[in-house]
């Protein structure tokens, strides 16, 4: 079995700044695309940061502000959020494709982690 655990999320003010992990464990025999997606209240889910065989790309409405990085002995990706705004709010899902024993690659996804952002 594999596992996607994410810590961190909760209220912040605007402007504020937070950090999101999200760790993998289990029966991994290699970790690809690592990432995180976001849904907001009546809202469809949408990508925030992905990161790529070394690249890494945002979404335009969090670009320059958020930064996604991945320690591969760690088998752990973060999401440093910085000058957040209340349009930011949302669950935050982290993201994993995962090699199994067999080779092919298995997508899996976090628990969710609530951001909000008020004053």
């Known amino acids: 079995q594999v596992q996607l655990v994410e810590s961190g999320g909760g209220l912040v003010q605007p402007g504020e700044s937070q950090t999101l992990s999200c760790a993998v464990s289990?029966?991994?025999?290699?970790?690809?695309?690592m990432g995180w997606y976001r849904q907001a209240p009546g809202k469809e889910r949408e990508l925030v940061a992905i990161t790529s065989g070394g690249s890494t790309n945002y979404a335009s409405s969090v670009k320059g502000r958020f930064t996604i990085s991945r320690d591969n002995a760690k088998n752990t990706v973060y999401l440093q959020m910085n000058s957040l705004k209340p349009e930011d709010t949302a669950v935050y899902y982290c993201?994993?494709?995962?090699?199994?024993?067999?080779?092919?690659?298995?997508?899996?996804w976090g628990q969710g982690a609530q951001v909000t952002v008020s004053s």
């Open positions: 993201y994993a494709d995962v090699r199994t024993a067999r080779g092919n690659t298995i997508p899996h």
């Open positions: 289990g029966s991994i025999f290699g970790v690809g695309d």
